[in-house]
C-alpha cells in the first residue's frame, strides 16, 4: 500500500483541534505547539502532526482513575 502524505489549511486545523485561528496563528508566529509549513503565503500542516499533537492531549480514564487512587494512599499530616 502507498503513503500518501496529507497536508491540511489551518481551517481545517482549526477544526479537527477546536483551537481557534488566532491561536493557530499566535502558536506559528512563537513556535509554539504543532509544526507547519510555509510556500509563499500558504501556511499548511502535515495530517501526521495534528493527530500526534492531539494524540498527545489525550487523557485517559484509566490513568486519571489510577492517578486520584494514588492520592488517596497518601498519608496527609
Known amino acids: 500500500m502507498e503513503y500518501q502524505t496529507r497536508y ?15 491561536t493557530l496563528r ?6 509554539r505547539r504543532i509544526p507547519y509549513c510555509k510556500v509563499g503565503r ?10 500526534n499533537f492531539m494524540e498527545s492531549k489525550k487523557i485517559s480514564p484509566y490513568e ?6 494514588d492520592n488517596r494512599d497518601v498519608p496527609t499530616v
Open 8 to 22: 491540511v489549511t489551518e481551517k481545517e486545523v482549526s477544526q479537527i483541534t477546536g483551537l481557534a485561528l488566532s
Open 64 to 69: 486519571e482513575k489510577n492517578r486520584a487512587s
Open 26 to 31: 499566535n502558536d506559528r508566529a512563537t513556535l
Open 42 to 51: 500558504s501556511v499548511r500542516y502535515l495530517m501526521d502532526d495534528v493527530i
